[in-house]
């Protein structure tokens, strides 16, 4: 089957999906390819920031938005044993519409912005190849169950995440910064008397990290680099048996972690490439710039990029031609601030807070964690960072 399109967005993820709503809206013709059949996918990034909340106001969405079943958190709150309770960050501090994080299953989130955009979306069609003409990519080859499509459009946006396809077909180089940790997800059932919001609970090496997802909890077990391995080899009885000794009040409820399948090993990484544009393409999110889970600020961050994106290549459509080589390369030279800066925060929490808070046994926080604890206005910094971003972006 060929397909002809003005923009062919690879990817119906956060970034994806803004930047094929954003075309739509200019009339400007867009397809969207997603591997998946649905947005249904557990341990996703579901923390919708500030920055974002205010961009689904601009866009006429932020109601319906709220109207989702979400949670919201408004600050976080970290505790070591034997050395109290600290709140590093406070979003109640920031001056903007919206104070707070909300927490919220990216597949309904997703779903929301596929009804409204004004773009064509082919689910369960994988990218295999990347065509090009003269050096030039013209679009991609897919896969479906029905057979191979092939996209023919004069820009190809790249949205396919850490693990993309087109990354690896362009053969782009990146800059890899290394990671000291992983993350092992699972869920547990809440129940009305357990804390609420997000948590941290330091203690004898380990680090584990609580969302609050009103109906469950999804849990992460922060653990050095290649660190799953080890636990997974002690069994899953030591499994459920740390975890209840580091969080007591879940302790009737690690029974149900079945087997391993219900634990997932996010091996993070970090990464930004040298170049974030070939003529006729462009990469944006997570398959320009890996980013640490630090924060929840992946998809925030991602779709800031294709704000920013849309400006340019909208201007271009608007004067009937697709973006120059100069033009995407302006994407990058706008959101590559921002990318480095939020890279750089996240490198030194994970150095400086996560590595030694499972790899030792901390008597007490790092100074930062300490002074944020003891000057109170002093959260709305991170805050800040972590929420709005060092260059938000407006529809």
């Not at 500030?50 to 601009?58: A, G, I, N």
């Not at 919220?104 to 409204?116: I, K, S, T």
């Not at 961050?301 to 100069?326: H, N, S, W, Y």
């Not at 994407?331 to 590559?336: D, F, G, I, L, N």
Request: charged share 25%; glycine share 10%.
């Amino acid at each position: 089957m060929l397909v002809k399109a003005d923009v062919c967005v690879v990817g119906g993820g956060p970034a994806g999906l803004v930047l094929a709503l954003l075309l739509g809206r200019r009339g400007i013709d867009t397809v969207v390819l997603e591997k998946h059949e649905t947005f249904l996918r557990d341990f996703r990034g579901d923390t919708v920031h500030p920055s974002t909340l205010q961009l689904m106001d601009e866009l006429g969405l932020g109601d319906e938005l709220a109207r989702l079943p979400h949670r919201i958190v408004r600050d976080f709150r970290i505790s070591y044993e034997g050395g109290g309770t600290f709140h590093p960050a406070d979003f109640n501090r920031l001056n903007v519409p919206h104070p707070y994080v909300m927490m919220l299953p990216q597949w309904d989130f997703l779903e929301l912005l596929a009804r409204h955009g004004d773009f064509a979306l082919y689910r369960r069609c994988e990218v295999t190849a990347v065509n090009r003409r003269d050096r030039r990519v013209v679009g991609v080859t897919a896969q479906t169950p029905q057979g191979p499509v092939e996209v023919v459009a004069p820009l190809t946006v790249a949205c396919d995440g850490r693990h993309s396809t087109v990354r690896r077909e362009l053969g782009l180089r990146s800059k890899d910064f290394g990671a000291p940790i992983d993350v092992l997800w699972f869920r547990l059932p809440r129940s009305s008397g357990d804390p609420e919001g997000l948590a941290g609970q330091v203690g004898d090496g380990q680090l584990f990290i609580g969302i609050d997802r009103g109906e469950y909890w999804q849990l992460g077990w922060v653990v050095p680099k290649g660190g799953d391995e080890r636990i997974r080899a002690a069994g899953l009885a030591e499994f459920r048996a740390a975890i209840a000794a580091s969080i007591p009040w879940l302790a009737d409820r690690v029974g149900e972690l079945h087997s391993w399948d219900d634990v997932h090993t996010l091996t993070v990484r970090m990464d930004r490439l040298y170049r974030w544009s070939v003529p006729g393409a462009l990469l944006i999110g997570d398959a320009a710039h890996a980013m640490s889970p630090v924060g929840g600020v992946g998809i925030n961050l991602a779709i800031q990029d294709a704000v920013a994106a849309a400006r340019v290549i909208g201007a271009a459509f608007d004067q009937g031609r697709p973006p120059t080589e100069r033009e995407l390369a302006a994407v990058q030279r706008r959101r590559s601030l921002p990318t480095a800066g939020t890279q750089l925060v996240q490198r030194a929490m994970q150095r400086g807070v996560l590595f030694p808070a499972v790899t030792g046994r901390p008597s007490r926080p790092p100074l930062p964690v300490r002074l944020l604890d003891r000057y109170p206005p002093l959260r709305a910094l991170p805050a800040r960072v972590l929420g709005v971003g060092i260059r938000p972006e407006h529809v």
